[in-house]
């Protein structure tokens, strides 16, 4: 199908996208890499009649370190955050996630800022990014925000962004060293959307006991959750594996799933609690420095 007639326009600055967001309210959209926006416009299931494509706006897809974090244009794409040395080394969740995001063709197009403003329940990088601690930063006419991800995505397909609101940069702590982050998604058939995700980023002291972890699931709620309860029975730990699976069952009772085509809510529910206790071995792993490729696993 084809989508409804629109006027497109690619500002050059941030302040005109805005500008143009704000004259045109309800019936303009921000696009970006297209990759979840123009299927649904062929889908008549949007039909904007007002497109502002962000790609004309220098700076907005740079991977940068800066003041402990790593910060992330909008605009950047999947394919650039997967082969940044950078996320490589510092940010091994993230890079699992991002390699785990449909096939190369998306990963070439979709952006970060739009993954994460379309808001999909079962996205990769709402649960990575909310594990990590990450946060967003926006830019409209009333003023620059600074946003978690539970800020952001507040629904599933929704978020906190006003009308004339965009998305400028993603801001991802670097986890210190002895401390180790993994996303374990499971799909019913290669790049497909996840049945179900568990992201885990845990530090571990010198004697080997958690001092702090973060536990996020995907695909199993109308938004990534972090999975609190988990975390509390690990948290000034040792980790074994009675513990581990305590908390796994905690993690699955912590999830919020429904049952649609990808799988039954207790289907689900039971995928947490074995990716909950694969990813947490990862991790521990990866804290204790050792390297695990996760794509093959
Ligand atoms: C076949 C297929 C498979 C996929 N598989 C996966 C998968 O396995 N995992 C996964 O996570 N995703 C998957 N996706 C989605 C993919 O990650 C998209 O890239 C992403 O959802 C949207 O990013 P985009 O840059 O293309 O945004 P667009 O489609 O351009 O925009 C999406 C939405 O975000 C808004 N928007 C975009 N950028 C901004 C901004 N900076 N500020 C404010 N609003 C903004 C737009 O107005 C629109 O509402 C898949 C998509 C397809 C088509």
């Known amino acids: ?17 805005v500008g143009l967001l704000s004259k ?35 700076g907005l897809s740079t991977i940068e370190e800066q003041d402990g974090m790593i910060s992330f244009g909008a605009l950047t794409r999947h394919a650039e955050v997967e082969e940044s040395s950078l996320v490589q080394a510092k940010l091994p969740m993230m890079h699992d996630a991002v390699s785990m995001i449909g096939d190369v063709q998306i990963r ?36 620059k925000r600074t946003l978690k991800i539970h800020e952001l995505i507040v629904d599933a397909y929704s978020t906190d962004l006003g009308e004339d609101e965009v998305v400028t ?5 670097i986890p210190q060293k002895g401390s180790g982050g993994v996303y374990l998604k499971f799909e019913r ?27 996020a699931l995907g695909a ?24 581990a699976k305590q908390a796994a069952d905690q993690a699955s009772a912590e999830a919020d799933p429904f049952s649609d085509i990808r799988g039954s809510a207790e289907y689900k529910r039971h995928l947490v609690g074995v990716l909950f206790q694969r990813a947490l071995k990862i991790a521990l792993k990866r804290a204790g420095g050792e390297e695990v490729d996760t794509v093959h696993l």
Do not use: W
């Not at 629109?6 to 500002?11: G, K, L, Q, R």
């Not at 058939?189 to 002291?205: E, K």
């Open 24 to 58: 045109y309210g309800e019936e303009a959209r921000v696009l970006a890499g297209g990759q979840s926006l123009i299927p649904l416009m062929k889908l008549r299931l949007a039909s904007p009649k007002y497109l502002i494509h962000l790609g004309g706006i220098q």
């Open 169 to 173: 940069r993603v801001l991802v702590p």
């Open 220 to 243: 199993v709620g109308f938004t990534a959750i972090r999975a609190r309860k988990a975390e509390e029975l690990l948290r000034g730990k040792q980790v074994d594996d009675v513990l």
């Open 108 to 143: 070439n197009l979709g952006t970060i800022g739009g993954c994460l403003v379309h808001a999909d329940p079962a996205g990769d990088m709402a649960p990575a990014l909310l594990a990590l601690g990450a946060r967003v930063n926006t830019l409209s006419s009333n003023g």
């Open 1 to 17: 199908m084809y989508p409804q007639e629109f006027e497109y326009f690619c500002p050059e600055t941030l302040e005109d996208a």
């Open 189 to 215: 058939r290669a790049g497909d959307f996840a049945v179900a995700s568990v992201g885990v980023q845990i530090s571990l002291q010198k004697d080997g006991t958690c001092s702090e972890i973060a536990v």
